[in-house]
C-alpha cells in the first residue's frame, strides 16, 4: 500500500530580481517524503539546498519568494498561504532544527521558559501540563537531569546538548515533518553520530518526515533512507541512499562519492572535481555541471537535461540516453 506522502514538491522555483537580470536560486526541483522516511539534499555550498528548505516553510522574504511550483503538506497546498496562516503551521505541522543551536534559543531566557511557551502556543495546556511535557520531551533527547536543567540558560549547555534542546522544540507539538539544515556541522563527530541516531530514532518512533540538509555525503549514507544531490539549484540525482551511494549515475554524484576515503582496502588517491560551483549570475547554458564534467560533450553545453529514470533513481544527464555519448565516455 503506497502512503500518502507529507511533503509533496513540485516544480519549485525561487529566483531574485536584481539590477542584472533575475536570478534562478532555486529551478524547477519536484520531490515527495513519505511518513518515517529521511529525504537527504546534499550539495556543495551554493548548491540551494538551504533555499529549498526555506522557500518551503515560508521563511523567504520579497525579493525572492516562490516565483513558481506548488508546495504541499498532506494535500494541503501551503505555499500560496499568508503569513498570518503560515505561522501556526511551523512549530506546530513543521519543526525546524538549523545549525547553529544559539540562534534558535533565546540567550536571555530559561531553556524551560523557551519550551513551554512553544508547547503552550500549539497546545491547549496549562502551564504545569506543558512543563512537564517540556521535561519528558528533554529527556526523550537525551538530557540527563532533565528535571534540574529544564531551568538552566543556554550558556549553560553544550554544543551537543544545545542541539538537543533545539531538537526538543521541533518535536514540541508533534509535527508530521522536521526540515533539519546542517544539524550537525557545529559539532563533534562523536556528538554528530549521537544527533545523528537520536534523529532516526524520533523519526522512526513518531513516523515523521524529515528532510535533511547537509552537505556531508557520510551523514547522508548514516541517516538517510533517499538522497537528492543538488547541483546550482537543480536536482542531478535523486533515489534510495543505498543506490546513489554504492552505484551513482551523474558525473557530479561520482565525483561526490569518490572524494570519501574508504576505511578498506588499498589507499587510492581521492576523486577531485575541477572547478567550482558556477555563481547565479553565471550559471552555463545547458548542464550547469558540463565545464566540470569529464565526461561532456556537444549536447550537455546546448540542452538541459530532465531526470532520466534508470533502476530506481533518477538522474539529469545525457550519458544515460545518448548512446553516442556512452561509447565515447
Known amino acids: 500500500m503506497i502512503r500518502q506522502p507529507v511533503l509533496s514538491v513540485r516544480n519549485l522555483r525561487v529566483e531574485f530580481p536584481t539590477r542584472r537580470g533575475t536570478l534562478v536560486a532555486v529551478d524547477d526541483i519536484s520531490f515527495d517524503i513519505a511518513p518515517g522516511e529521511v529525504l537527504g539534499v546534499v550539495g556543495e555550498s551554493g548548491a540551494g539546498k538551504s ?11 520579497p525579493p525572492g519568494p516562490i516565483s513558481r511550483g506548488i508546495v504541499e503538506l498532506k494535500v494541503r497546498r501551503i505555499d500560496n498561504l499568508p503569513p498570518s496562516q503560515m505561522r501556526p503551521i511551523r512549530g506546530k505541522r513543521i519543526g525546524m ?35 512537564a511535557r517540556a521535561i519528558a520531551l528533554l529527556k526523550e533527547v537525551g538530557i540527563q537531569g532533565a528535571e534540574r536543567r529544564i531551568d538552566g540558560y543556554p550558556h549553560e549547555f553544550s554544543g551537543g546538548m544545545r542541539q538537543r534542546v533545539v531538537l526538543a522544540l521541533a ?4 509535527p508530521e515533518l522536521i526540515i533539519a539544515d546542517e544539524p550537525t556541522t557545529a559539532l563533534d563527530v562523536s556528538i554528530q553520530a549521537q544527533i545523528i541516531q ?24 548514516e541517516t538517510a533512507d533517499r538522497v537528492a544531490v543538488m547541483y546550482a539549484g537543480r ?18 554524484t561520482k565525483g561526490l562519492m569518490g572524494s570519501i576515503p574508504a576505511l578498506e582496502g588499498a589507499a587510492n588517491r581521492l576523486v577531485q572535481i575541477p572547478g567550482s560551483m558556477p555563481r547565479l549570475t553565471a550559471i552555463p547554458p545547458g548542464c550547469a ?12 553545453r546546448v540542452e538541459r537535461p530532465e531526470l532520466f529514470p534508470i533502476e530506481r533513481s533518477h ?14 565516455a
Open 51 to 61: 533555499l529549498t528548505g526555506a522557500a518551503i516553510i515560508g521563511l523567504l522574504e
Open 97 to 131: 532544527v538549523f545549525q547553529d543551536p544559539l540562534t534558535s534559543l533565546n540567550p536571555l531566557y530559561r531553556v524551560g521558559e523557551q519550551l513551554i511557551e512553544t508547547i503552550r502556543t500549539h497546545l491547549e495546556l496549562s502551564e504545569r501540563e506543558a512543563r
Open 198 to 221: 537520536l534523529l532516526k530514532k524520533l523519526c522512526r518512533e513518531r513516523d515523521t518526515a524529515v528532510l535533511l540538509i547537509t552537505h556531508d555525503m557520510g551523514v547522508i549514507a
Open 171 to 174: 518535536l514540541c507539538a508533534e
Open 235 to 252: 536536482i542531478a540525482e535523486i533515489g534510495p541512499v543505498r543506490d546513489v551511494v554504492k552505484d551513482p549515475h551523474h558525473p557530479y
Open 289 to 300: 555541471f558540463n565545464p566540470r564534467c569529464p565526461h561532456v560533450f556537444d549536447r550537455c
Open 315 to 328: 538522474a539529469a544527464c545525457w550519458l544515460l540516453v545518448d548512446d553516442t555519448a556512452k561509447a565515447t
